[in-house]
């Protein structure tokens, strides 16, 4: 949606983005500048990618899950807002050794965004020129990474590279990190797992979401046809059954914009 402010600051107005066939289904926000009108029109706030609202929705999804099913006595909250193993959401820009990841790449619908949650081994990362951070930026589009796809095996969480050419992408496209638990026999951890399953089903919601757009705009607009309101992404994600371990039946949690 978008957030419109008077000249003088006095007042504000949210104006929803309507679904529209064809029309991304990630989370758009944009708050206008009040100082720019027409064609010099300018947004203050920079591109979530969809990467990072994947991440976003994950957290969100896992803290709920455990408040929802245990209370929020101060033990438990603690236990929501446990802090993640130390770097697993930050992609270094240099690596001596490869690591391995969730990603955001390809589509499954062409033309409509809705891209897939892959596990991937980045091989090699070039930060864009000038670049001089120890680590890369979520909406940089300039640095690449090389990777190689990998198939995940649910049971045993063993991987296994994919038969397909070395991809480059960029940090927009990185989630976060994924520890092996056997780097011999390639399988993940626990964490990993749950991670690669909850953003997956945030996917799905999402590519559910878009077939029900296009359906409701098939059908006649009268008045037994109009399709109600759709929920926002994220929120129709979280009617979806959840990765967490808990099993607790969520509800929506982010507003999409």
């Not at 289904?25 to 947004?43: F, I, K, M, Q, Y």
């Not at 062409?110 to 081994?121: D, H, I, K």
């Not at 997956?200 to 109600?228: F, H, M, N, W, Y």
Request: charged fraction near 25%.
């Amino acid at each position: 949606g978008v957030l419109y402010f008077s000249p003088d600051g006095s007042s504000s107005e949210f104006r929803r983005r309507e679904r529209q066939r064809g029309c991304s289904p990630w989370a758009e926000l944009s708050v206008l500048d009040p100082t720019r009108e027409g064609t010099e029109s300018l947004s203050l706030v920079p591109r979530l990618h969809p990467a990072t609202q994947l991440l976003l929705g994950h957290e969100l999804q896992r803290a709920y899950h455990r408040i929802e099913a245990h209370g929020d006595n101060r033990e438990m909250l603690e236990d929501a807002l446990r802090p993640v193993p130390e770097g697993i959401n930050a992609l270094p820009s240099f690596i001596e050794e490869p690591l391995c990841a969730l990603v955001v790449c390809g589509e499954l619908s062409p033309g409509l965004g809705n891209q897939q949650v892959e596990l991937a081994l980045i091989e090699k990362v070039a930060p864009r020129p000038g670049w001089m951070a120890p680590f890369l930026l979520r909406s940089d589009e300039r640095s690449q990474m090389t990777v190689r796809l990998m198939d995940l095996e649910d049971r045993s969480g063993q991987c296994r590279f994919r038969r397909v050419p070395r991809v480059t992408l960029c940090p927009a496209n990185f989630i976060c990190q994924v520890f092996m638990t056997d780097a011999t026999a390639w399988r993940i951890d626990e964490e990993g797992l749950v991670r690669f399953h909850s953003m997956r089903q945030i996917v799905a919601g999402l590519r559910e979401q878009s077939r029900v757009v296009e359906e409701s705009c098939d059908k006649p607009k009268t008045i037994e046809s109009v399709a109600p309101t759709l929920p926002t992404a994220l929120q129709n994600v979280t009617n979806l059954p959840a990765a967490d371990p808990l099993k607790v039946k969520p509800k929506p949690i982010i507003e999409k914009v």
